[in-house]
């Protein structure tokens, strides 16, 4: 009787720690995610709702203000004229305009800004140019700074490329690799990653997604990455990231696919699978990552 008294308040005081532990987790796990918002849009033109959904989404205050980034683009000014106008329509926080170059990387005045705005634009053009100048540089540190304490960090076409840890840079690594917009093949290794801004850690993004027909590039992407989710997003249309949730947003469609199957490669290099995941949402709908 004793024995068995002994037991069950050791079954008891075991099943408490583990709640405890569990809890415990569970509370560093929400303290770890970021207060901000990503707003990811898949390149094309944005409708009047599309900018004020983002607007909203950084839900500013009177006092805050947005930034925009344009080092992706070849014409920085222009990409900055054309993103302040859509803005500005939606919004009468004040815009400031922050081209960084290695020369103003270090710039205390301008980083401070950087950190602190509510809203921070990333604008399309070449993902890779836009790295260069940001990696391992205390930009990096400001756009993460300012996702973490609560800031919207949105981008378009190549800004929603930056999204990622491991980001697509558009091309091919095997045989021909003229750049094209689309892949032509399926072939292991022939997918190329440049290291991007981390803000999603377990996500790879590709945009112009539909429009430019990306299937065999973001498959590319699940093969070298087979735990991560892969999310094709169209023109027109974004995702909106609050920790683990995405809501979709926009006029067309954003594809996931994760999860493959039996995942292996050939001796010729193929690629095959005997299944994987496979969604397709449109405005209004929800779905979680890993």
């Keep these: 009787m004793i024995l068995n008294i002994l037991y069950k308040t050791v079954q008891k005081q075991v099943l408490v720690f583990a709640l405890m532990l569990i809890s415990c987790a569970s509370v560093a796990q929400q303290k770890a995610l970021p207060k901000g918002s990503l707003f ?105 700074d300012a996702y973490t304490n609560g800031a919207t960090v949105a981008g378009t076409s190549a800004g929603a490329a930056v999204m990622s840890k491991y980001m697509i840079t558009g091309n091919q690594l095997v045989g021909d690799t003229a750049y094209s917009a689309t892949f032509n093949k399926l072939l292991d290794k022939n997918i190329e990653f440049e290291q991007g801004l981390g803000l999603l850690t377990s996500v790879i993004i590709d945009q112009h997604f539909v429009r430019r027909s990306r299937y065999n590039r973001l498959i590319s992407a699940l093969a070298a990455h087979p735990t991560f989710d892969c999310v094709g997003i169209d023109e027109g249309t974004a995702i909106i990231v609050k920790g683990k949730k995405i809501e979709v947003a926009g006029e067309s469609q954003v594809l996931r696919i994760a999860d493959p199957k039996n995942l292996k490669n050939t001796k010729t290099g193929h690629i095959k699978m005997e299944s994987l995941r496979f969604n397709m949402f449109t405005e209004g709908d929800v779905f979680y990552v890993k």
């Design 40 to 144: 990811i849009i898949g390149g094309g033109s944005r409708s009047t709702e599309l900018v004020q959904k983002l607007i909203k989404t950084a839900n500013m205050t009177a006092k805050d203000y947005m930034v925009v980034l344009p080092m992706s683009s070849g014409d920085p000014e222009g990409s900055f004229e054309a993103i302040k106008g859509e803005l500005s329509a939606q919004a009468a926080n004040s815009i400031g305009y922050l081209n960084f170059t290695a020369k103003t990387a270090n710039n205390k005045q301008w980083l401070d800004s950087l950190s602190n705005a509510k809203l921070i634009f990333i604008t399309g053009g070449d993902q890779s140019r836009f790295m260069k100048v940001v990696l391992n540089t205390p930009i990096y540190k400001a756009i993460h």
